[in-house]
């Protein structure tokens, strides 16, 4: 039976009935605002490729960290640009790395309220950019293993409340499970980058991170964007090496991969909206060609249909104070 006895429009002509019926909810709880720690004192420059989104020495990251906590969202992701970069990214897993030095300051500034997320990866550590130790032009998988476990373990050492490691190495979970379950971390949860692809929508964070490769690119251990049931095999590895969450990256042009990730595993999913679907909407709502404000909200709203529970997004203040009206 159909039209007239059924009319959709019935529950859409009136905000009340849309409230009513609306299916996704986007709520603060399910952002994650990503930071970018420098070294310095005073440092708050603007990333020009991220505009709103800024390199932030320590003092300034715990201002930002306090204003992000009392808009409610639940939990930042820090990224770390050292002092110095060497062949095998010493500072991402030295006591007093830039990351390490952050956590401990927000920690005793903040207490344990807000989640603090670090990146693990080596690729913002290492002077040739790639995300591992280099042997003879190529990623050494199995040499980089150690490096990254050890770069987990000082961050939880450092209050790291869960590490993400954004690598795509194999067998890093494991690598870094085994790692802090040693150490007495066996309560510090991982978020896996598990489904992270080989993006030109990265473009911006390059810049904003200065870790753009010094020679090839990241195709060597990203995935392909072409491929979906590859997605499936790195999420269910990652899940079997421990992972408590995992991710898909990017999100947008991912939406597919998402929402299989969703109905196969069931598990708590990340998504992260990147730097280049940021800049994308900032870049055209500054033209006054879209409605920034509202492109962010059915961006991010369509995230959360496609079945993610988090969105890892640089939006997040801004939705935040939208969302909390
Ligand atoms: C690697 C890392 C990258 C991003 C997050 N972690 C860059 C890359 O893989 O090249 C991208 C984030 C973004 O574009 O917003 N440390």
Redesign the pocket.
């Known amino acids: 039976m159909g039209f007239p006895v059924h009319r959709l429009r019935r529950l859409r002509e009136r905000e009340g009935f849309r409230r009513m019926v609306r299916e996704t909810r986007l709520s603060v709880d399910n952002l994650i605002y ?1 930071l970018f720690v420098v070294p310095g004192k005073g440092v708050r420059q603007e990333i020009s490729t ?1 505009p709103g989104n800024y390199h932030l020495s320590i003092d300034n990251l715990v201002l930002e960290a306090e204003e992000t906590s009392r808009l409610g969202i639940p939990a930042i992701l820090l ?1 770390g640009i050292p002092e110095h970069k060497d062949e095998v990214g010493s500072e991402a897993y030295s006591e007093d790395g830039i990351v390490q030095k952050a956590l401990r300051a927000i920690k005793s500034a903040l207490g344990p309220g807000l989640i603090v997320i670090t ?1 693990v ?1 080596l ?2 550590y290492t002077d040739h950019g790639h ?1 591992g130790v280099i042997r003879e032009e190529h990623i050494d998988n199995d040499a980089t293993l150690p490096l990254l476990a050890q770069m987990a373990r000082s961050h939880a050492e450092a209050g790291a409340d869960m590490v993400a490691p ?3 190495m194999d067998g890093r979970i494991q690598a870094i499970r085994e790692e802090l379950d040693k150490n007495n971390f066996s309560h510090v949860p991982i978020m896996s ?1 598990a489904a ?1 692809y080989a ?1 030109a ?6 810049q ?2 200065l ?1 753009t490769p010094k020679f090839g690119d ?1 195709r060597s251990h ?1 995935m392909d964007p072409a491929n979906a049931d590859e997605a499936m095999r790195e999420i269910s590895l990652d899940l079997r090496e421990g992972a408590d969450i995992v991710m898909v ?2 999100a947008l042009s991912y939406l597919d991969i998402i929402y299989r990730a969703k109905q196969e595993f069931g598990v708590p999913l990340a998504a ?7 800049s994308m909407v900032k870049a055209a709502g500054r033209m006054g060609w879209l409605d920034e404000e509202r492109v962010m909200l059915e961006v991010l709203c369509s995230i959360r249909r496609a079945g993610a529970d988090l969105i ?1 997004t ?1 939006f997040a203040k801004e939705a935040a104070k939208l969302l909390g009206k």
Do not use: H
């Open positions: 990503p991220m990224f990146d990866c690729c913002e995300c954004s690598d795509m980058y992270k993006s929508f990265y473009g911006p964070f390059r904003a991170a870790s990241r990203q990256k990017p992260y909206n990147v730097s280049g679907e940021y890892l640089y």
